[in-house]
């Protein structure tokens, strides 16, 4: 290396050019290691110096630049002012918490919100045609009474016409929005629902949860049949370690059943767990929370699978409990939809593969969505002709029982809602109609039976099952009464609001046994009761209480109001929370102050009315008979009323008992022919 400075350092010395060429290692001493081996001069090269050339700018390239930043400062103006508009007000500081993720609508589309659902068309079979047919009667009456000047003729205000009818106003709960009092309205979510951003309950927490439900049956996995334990155990870890998309049923199904799995953990078990039902409760609110966003991310075109089915089945009784029927309507009536779609009404016999599962997942929305469209007054989406599903056979256990009694309910719903509330129905003869229920009659008082039987004296009883055998006797004394409301009265010239006596024994029976179990549960759990109530409220019209509302006014029954009263008493806690209850309560608590106004100014009315009253609760002896022996109507043949004057005098004073005072001289004859089509059963 004789061109190479001796006193620059080995590291900054370029290699040799013989080990260039050879493309070998050089150890850039002087000679190095590689040349001294083969014996060679060795030589370096020197590199000539690379001079650096300056490249001119232009002054059209600066001018480019210039430009580029006053877009830019005018873009971050344009955003500064967008989102100093859209900075949250004192009273929407909920509703700017998801204003980053929202994009700007294009189509104004109106997104399920819990605050404003409003209930569309309901039928005959529903409460609130129940309840319009006895309020048009008490309002055709008011609007006579209101052309007198009351306070002229100084009648006595026990019962002034103005006063019932403000609690005549919103009494059959009529379509109208349902605001929640108790909870304010959740802000909007994304449409476009994106998991990553939500937040669920820490892991350790819910495999403690997960845990538990593997070592002590949970009652989760009993009201939901179509999970299994190992299964959802899957599908939590599928959310928790996502390796690949989540599908929105699986998030659906993972939220909701950890939902009611929190809600099933009790004090002492919680305190095993490391946490307080404080905090098991905050988590059950954030679980709630995300069903409800998932919700409203829901499509209407949704590709239909045995998953969508599941999740929107359990997105349904999700809503049931939760006091929303409308919204759990619509949901279990996408998943019939859906299960018609894959033909799962039409299973083979034989359970081969997972038909197993496909027919439990049938049965399970077929049995909520008859008793959901019956309490709606909608055409159900299932026909029970079109299926051939079997049901799939177990052991003839107490549980079992129940949960056959639950599908056999829904079977003989769908079938009295076709035979005797649709508008085919209303061609047939009174003859074939009360042929018609006297079969169904005899078939729900064997499902009853059934269900009585399944009680805590059988061996083979499951305590899980209780509220579901609670649930069903209920819905079963409510279905026999509307049954039976379609019959005639069993007198001939009876009261109008005045039903058979069968039905009356059955509204009996449902309230007193909704009563009984009502303040049980209101004792032990309240919570608990509301879930069971609106259960029960949204399988089968509250029809009961109207009936004995009317009865009560008909026979001046104290004994009905009380029952009535103890109604009302156990309907309040749950309506604080939950809006089904609240506008059962509403309504009924209205018809209830009515009918025991009337009851009330009745026993104040002269000696002219205790021959009605006498006779009116055995239902069985008609007005104006002088023999006093029973005269029943013949139920297949009822005579024709005159409507001129269709009762007898003190008959219609009865009815019209607080409107006498108020109405003076007014012509009887006359006021009947206004109020008697509206007051008289339309079926009779």
Not at 88 to 111: L, R
Not at 557 to 578: C, I, Q, R
Request: glycine share 4%; with cysteine.
């Amino acid at each position: 290396m004789s061109e190479t400075d001796h006193t620059t350092p080995l590291e900054r010395r370029p290699a040799c050019d013989n080990c260039k060429a050879r493309k070998t290692r050089c150890d850039r001493r002087s000679p190095c290691a590689s040349c001294v081996t083969l014996n060679v001069a060795c030589r370096t090269t020197p590199r000539a110096s690379e001079k650096r050339q300056r490249v001119l700018l232009s002054s059209k390239y600066d001018e480019a630049v210039q430009d580029v930043r006053r877009q830019l400062v005018d873009v971050k103006e344009m955003l500064q002012a967008l989102m100093s508009k859209r900075e949250p007000t004192p009273s929407s500081t909920g509703a700017s918490e998801y204003a980053h993720h929202t994009p700007p609508q294009i189509i104004d589309e109106e997104v399920p919100s819990l605050a404003s659902v409003r209930e569309g068309y309901s039928g005959d079979p529903s409460f609130q045609a129940h309840a319009h047919r006895v309020k048009n009667a008490l309002e055709a009456a008011l609007a006579a009474s209101d052309l007198i000047n009351v306070e002229a003729l100084g009648a006595p205000p026990t019962l002034s016409p103005r006063g019932v009818a403000e609690l005549l106003h919103g009494a059959d709960t009529a379509d109208t929005t349902t605001p929640n009092r108790a909870i304010p309205a959740p802000p909007q979510p994304p449409y476009d629902l994106d998991f990553g951003n939500l937040p669920l309950p820490p892991m350790d927490l819910v495999l403690k949860i997960l845990r538990l439900a593997k070592t002590s049956r949970q009652q989760f996995f009993v009201d939901v049949p179509t999970y299994q334990e190992d299964e959802f155990v899957d599908m939590c870890r599928g959310v928790y370690f996502a390796t690949e998309p989540i599908s929105l049923w699986t998030w659906i199904s993972v939220n909701v059943g950890l939902y009611y799995l929190f809600f099933g953990v009790n004090e002492v078990e919680a305190g095993r767990m490391g946490t307080t039902m404080e905090g098991i409760r905050s988590h059950s609110k954030l679980l709630k929370a995300n069903a409800e966003a998932a919700m409203q991310s829901l499509r209407l075109c949704s590709e239909p699978s045995t998953e969508s089915c599941r999740a929107l089945a359990l997105l349904g009784t999700f809503y049931v409990k939760e006091g929303h029927s409308t919204i759990a309507w619509r949901l279990i009536s996408a998943a019939a939809r859906a299960c018609l779609d894959l033909g799962f009404h039409r299973l083979p016999d034989r359970f081969t593969g997972d038909n197993y599962q496909k027919a439990s997942v049938f049965w399970h929305i077929y049995a909520w969505e008859k008793g959901l469209a019956m309490t709606c007054g909608r055409t159900p989406v299932f026909h029970h002709y079109d299926v051939t599903t079997p049901v799939a056979k177990g052991t003839f256990s107490a549980p079992h029982r129940v949960y056959a009694a639950f599908l056999d309910f829904a079977i003989i719903t769908g079938e009295i809602q076709q035979t005797l509330f649709s508008a085919s129905a209303r061609q047939v003869s009174q003859q074939d109609r009360v042929q018609q229920v006297e079969g169904f009659v005899a078939r729900l008082n064997r499902i009853q039976e059934s269900v009585r039987s399944a009680n805590p004296e059988d061996p083979t009883w499951d305590a899980m099952y209780d509220s579901a055998a609670q649930v069903v006797d209920i819905i079963m004394y409510s279905i026999l009464t509307i049954v039976y409301r379609t019959l005639p009265p069993s007198a001939t010239q009876a009261h109008p609001l005045q039903c058979s006596d069968e039905c009356v024994k059955a509204a009996r029976g449902a309230l007193s046994r909704l009563v009984q179990v009502g303040e049980h549960r209101l004792q032990t759990n309240p919570i608990a009761w509301g879930m069971v109530l609106n259960i029960i409220l949204s399988l089968a019209p509250f029809v009961p209480f109207i009936v004995l509302a009317g009865n009560a006014i008909a026979t001046s029954s104290g004994t009905d109001l009380a029952l009535l009263s103890s109604v009302v008493s156990v309907l309040a806690p749950p309506a604080k929370n939950s809006p089904i209850a609240r506008k059962m309560h509403d309504a009924c608590e209205r018809f209830g102050r009515i009918a025991s106004l009337i009851v009330s100014n009745s026993i104040e009315r002269p000696s002219s009315q205790k021959e009605y009253q006498q006779q009116a609760p055995t239902n069985d002896i008609a007005f104006g008979s002088s023999s006093g022996e029973p005269v029943t109507s013949d139920r297949a043949h009822p005579n024709h009323l005159d409507y001129g004057f269709p009762m007898a005098q003190q008959d219609w004073d009865s009815v019209m008992i607080g409107f006498e005072s108020e109405l003076g001289d007014y012509d009887s004859r006359a006021l009947t022919n206004i109020i008697e089509p509206y007051i008289v059963n339309t079926g009779w």
